[in-house]
Structures are given as structure tokens and as C-alpha cells.
């Protein structure tokens, strides 16, 4: 149904999903009988970040989500997906099987996907666009809750800052998070994946600054009282035009929530505006609770992400640093 050479095509766009640090767990094979299998990659985990595994989980369904629209500009659609457990070989971890048909009617155009990227940068502040913009986005789903008060994102920004330094202070977190991140071209993995300094819109003294932070500097930073400080993005987040909060059943399978995440995610983009998780608002338990009840989520409802939304200041170009397809699809050859 799809030869080596188009398979290869539709992974060059499926790999434009988005994973968690953009550690890019997912690997790809298609089979002699044109099944294709997807497989995680076991030596790519963040076991400090994502102890049970929930958010690497997440990736592989965005990226076969990815998959399903890269298929569609091809003429061809998932007919199956059977979930895989407890078949690995050497570092490869069978996740699913795959089955192929023909085109279903309702494609998302690949070009959202293209398009699609973490903006982390400052929005413009009270732009009038965007609120017919945040009308538009509350109307395409029914797994999302808005919260758009100048209010609501000013707590939801301070809320982010505490989020994120209770992990921070955890060094096993900090050392893996450095790990990530690419902060100086000069990283034999620039542009390849991770956390780009570009990525996360810090000038090159930035940068620096925040491999010392993070590093070597922390406790000397936290106990002088300006870790907090110095690591703070509530400024940033607070231009925000809203909080966006994505929710899901609360006993749904993450490789299927995946999916949905990168749904909304072009959700935000058709709307024309642009986005960027804030997952320690959700990962950090006290905080999810509370925007459950902020959002009015009901009990069998599990606050999954939740993305800061608005139009950029600035010019916003989509970056993907992926890795080669040949890495990616497993037997492949170099090219």
C-alpha cells in the first residue's frame, strides 16, 4: 500500500509532532505486508521528569497522530491501531501495530503540522485579534477550557513560577533538564533535539546565565533567595492572551490522549494564534488541582496540559530541530 520511498516521506513530516523535552522517543518500520509498526526508542527517557513513563507515552500518540495527518496528503488513512505491550528487542520497545486504508474525508491539512511550534517568546499584550481568535479556538473543541481574564492569567502565570521551581529544586530533575537542553551551537545535538536556546527565546548571555542558574549555581542562587527569581517567566507568561486548559477522561490510555494533544495544538494554530505548553502547571499535583476547579472540570475529567496561548511580538518561524529520517525509521539506511 506504501513503498520505502513514501513511507520515508510521511515520517519526514510525522516527526514534526511534538514530544516532551523533544527527546523524540518514537521510531518508525514498515513491514513486508505493509503493516507499520511504531516503536519507542529505550535509551530516550526522562525517568526524573516522567517517572511512570505517562508523558513519553503521550509523545508516541502525538507522533501517530502525526503519522495520520502526514497519510492523508498521500491518500491514505489509519484503518487500525493495535497497542502493543511487553515485545521489545535490544533498545526498541514494540508500542503498536498499524494498518493502512484509503483517505477518510475529514484531513487535517499537513501544513498546520508544518506550521506548528512552541512559541516561548512575550505575546502582545491586550492585541484585539485575539479575542475573536480565543472565540474560534473555544469553539472547535469540546475537551478545552479557556481561561482568558486579565485576573485568571495573571494567577495562572504566578501559579507557573511555583510550578515550575517545585521541580527545580530537585537536582535529579535539574541535571536531566540540562541534559536536554541545547544551549550553545557548539552542542554536538544542536539542532538535532532538545531544548534549542532559540527555542526557548534566550539571547546567548541568557542562555549562559541559565546553564549556571540550573547547574552548579542553583544552591547558592536559592540560598541568597534569587533562584526564584532569576528562573521567574511570570512576566513573560502574564502577556499572555489566555491559559488554555486540556483536559481528558480521566482513565484514558495516554497514547490515545496524545493524539488529542496534538489536535488541539493545530486547534491553536488554524485559529492563528500561537502556543506553548505550560506542563508543570498540570504535572504538579496541587496546581492541576486547583485548575481543575478553576476550570469547573468534572470528576471524571483529568487536567492533562495546559498551553499559554496569544498572538507573538515578534517574528515567530517554525523551528524543528529533528533528528534524519534515517534515525528515525528503523532498518533504514543513511540519506
Not at 521510531?27 to 517517572?51: C, H, K, Q, Y
Not at 484531513?107 to 475573536?132: K, M, N
Not at 481543575?292 to 487536567?303: I, K, S, V, Y
Request: proline share 5%; charged share 25%.
Amino acid at each position: 500500500m506504501i513503498s520505502n520511498d513514501d513511507f520515508r516521506s510521511v515520517v519526514a513530516v510525522a516527526r514534526l509532532a511534538p514530544s516532551v523535552h523533544n527527546i523524540q522517543p518514537t521510531r518508525w518500520a514498515l513491514d513486508p505486508d505493509g503493516t507499520v509498526r511504531l516503536l519507542e526508542d529505550l535509551t530516550r527517557s526522562i525517568p526524573a521528569a516522567d517517572p511512570t513513563g505517562h508523558d513519553v507515552r503521550l509523545s508516541h500518540g502525538a507522533a501517530l497522530e502525526g503519522l495520520s495527518i502526514a497519510l492523508a496528503a498521500r491518500g491514505l488513512d489509519i484503518s487500525d491501531v493495535s497497542p502493543v505491550f511487553g515485545e521489545a528487542e535490544g533498545r526498541w520497545s514494540t508500542i503498536a501495530r498499524i494498518s493502512l486504508k484509503a483517505r477518510r474525508t475529514d484531513a487535517v491539512p499537513s501544513d498546520l503540522l508544518v506550521s506548528r511550534t512552541s512559541w516561548r517568546g512575550p505575546f502582545l499584550d491586550g492585541s484585539p485579534e485575539a479575542e475573536a481568535r480565543l472565540d474560534l479556538l473555544a469553539s472547535s473543541r469540546d475537551d478545552i477550557v479557556i481561561l482568558r481574564s486579565r485576573e485568571e492569567v495573571r494567577e495562572l502565570s504566578r501559579m507557573a513560577d511555583d510550578a515550575g521551581f517545585q521541580f527545580m529544586i530537585d537536582p535529579e530533575y535539574r541535571k536531566e533538564l540540562l541534559h536536554w537542553m541545547r544551549l550553545s551551537r557548539g552542542h554536538r545535538d544542536y539542532g538535532r533535539d532538545g531544548l534549542s536556546r532559540e527555542a526557548m527565546h534566550l539571547s546567548a548571555v541568557e542562555a549562559a546565565g541559565a546553564r549556571l542558574v540550573i547547574g552548579p549555581f542553583f544552591d547558592a542562587f536559592r540560598r541568597m533567595g534569587l533562584a526564584r527569581a532569576v528562573l521567574s517567566e511570570a512576566s513573560k507568561n502574564a502577556s499572555s492572551a489566555a491559559f488554555v486548559l486540556f483536559h481528558r477522561p480521566f482513565d484514558e490510555d495516554p497514547f490515545e490522549t496524545g493524539r488529542h494533544f496534538l489536535r488541539v495544538w493545530l486547534e491553536i494554530e488554524r485559529a492563528g494564534l500561537a502556543g506553548c505548553p505550560v506542563s508543570a502547571l498540570a504535572d504538579l499535583w496541587s496546581s492541576n488541582q486547583a485548575l481543575t476547579g478553576m476550570g469547573g472540570l468534572a470528576d471524571d475529567r483529568l487536567l492533562v496540559n495546559v498551553f499559554k496561548v496569544g498572538c507573538p511580538r515578534g517574528n515567530r518561524t517554525a523551528r524543528h530541530e529533528r533528528l534524519p529520517v534515517s534515525e528515525l525509521v528503523v532498518g533504514s539506511t543513511p540519506g
